[in-house]
């Protein structure tokens, strides 16, 4: 296998795209985009996403230290990419798109009700790295569509229809997983 | 729609699924599976992982201060899988699996020859959250397999068949995009 060398960017791919939601101190809301975003502990539970310091929803964050990651479904997709073009600075993105607010539980902001799932976060820390600024964050709640959960109250994600971004492009995932973790060395019965 | 809620997890889906190589000060190499991984700079280019510290690569990682990100086409999921299970403590898993190592070149770790995008990258920093210590760390190089390049020296990702994770299950993405970034605004010709 021959292979070439590229500098100067980030290959990894796929990686999650997201609709964020943020709130200022005057109580306005904001949407945008995040493809920077990553689990990085388990316990207790933690997200990051990455922000440029000019983007509006930095400013909303750094303000209350609290923001919701809504996760779209594939029918949402178009909305996602103009939440990631736009700026919030010059559009009042929610109501154009029109998308309907669900008040947080156990955070000031908002939820997008149109997401299945919502994970409420309380930021960490903000760590400077260049471009971005990376924002760690404790998830203090998720909330997931009734849709997605069958009678004993298991989560069915595949239902969500979630969306991966790989290379500047929106994927759906396939109907059918690969595999399960563990199932490698799972002994068959 | 109604919702239910949940606490004490991360709900984010999909997420990347990686084979991380490291190498301790001995020269002993190590691959095992990451989940807890994103994209968290553009400029520099950098990378976060999650690593719990009783992992042997955090030891080895934490030595050398190298890593690489080997990106794993659909059909090498099953060993990704044995990578995420086993441990390097108690298997070589390189040699059980019958990867291919290529040497690194702006790091001293190699990267697997069978996966078609590698990343090698310098730890930053590293940041204790919890169950997991994140290491940030910037991207020195990125070796695409040539049969990812068109005659113009395109990147195809699609080609690559890459992986995802979502809650515990893998996944490969599907054949066509929804779109591209920017297509939600972009005027038809």
């Given at each position: 296998?021959?292979?070439?060398?590229?500098?100067?960017?980030?290959?990894?791919?796929?990686?999650?795209?997201?609709?964020?939601?943020?709130?200022?101190?005057?109580?306005?809301?904001?949407?945008?985009?995040?493809?920077?975003?990553?689990?990085?502990?388990?316990?207790?539970?933690?997200?990051?996403?990455?922000?440029?310091?000019?983007?509006?929803?930095?400013?909303?964050?750094?303000?209350?230290?609290?923001?919701?990651?809504?996760?779209?479904?594939?029918?949402?997709?178009?909305?996602?990419?103009?939440?990631?073009?736009?700026?919030?600075?010059?559009?009042?993105?929610?109501?154009?798109?029109?998308?309907?607010?669900?008040?947080?539980?156990?955070?000031?902001?908002?939820?997008?009700?149109?997401c299945p799932v919502n994970i409420e976060c309380k930021v960490k820390d903000i760590i400077p790295l260049g471009s971005h600024?990376?924002?760690?964050?404790?998830?203090?709640?998720?909330?997931?569509?009734?849709?997605?959960?069958?009678?004993?109250?298991?989560?069915?994600?595949?239902?969500?229809?979630?969306?991966?971004?790989?290379?500047?492009?929106?994927?759906?995932?396939?109907?059918?997983?690969?595999?399960?973790?563990?199932?490698?060395?799972?002994?068959?019965?």
């Amino acid at each position: 296998m021959n292979k070439t060398d590229f500098k100067g960017s980030v290959m990894l791919n796929p990686v999650p795209v997201v609709l964020v939601t943020s709130k200022n101190k005057e109580g306005k809301v904001n949407v945008f985009t995040v493809a920077w975003a990553g689990t990085v502990c388990t316990k207790p539970p933690m997200i990051s996403i990455s922000i440029r310091p000019e983007r509006l929803s930095h400013e909303y964050i750094s303000e209350t230290r609290e923001f919701v990651i809504n996760l779209p479904s594939s029918k949402l997709v178009k909305r996602v990419d103009f939440c990631g073009v736009k700026s919030g600075k010059n559009i009042d993105k929610i109501k154009h798109l029109g998308f309907t607010l669900n008040e947080g539980i156990n955070v000031s902001v908002p939820s997008i009700a149109e997401c299945p799932v919502n994970i409420e976060c309380k930021v960490k820390d903000i760590i400077p790295l260049g471009s971005h600024d990376l924002f760690t964050a404790e998830v203090v709640l998720n909330r997931v569509d009734d849709n997605l959960l069958d009678e004993k109250g298991k989560i069915h994600f595949e239902k969500a229809d979630l969306v991966a971004y790989s290379h500047g492009e929106y994927f759906t995932l396939a109907k059918k997983p690969l595999g399960k973790f563990g199932y490698s060395v799972r002994k068959k019965r």
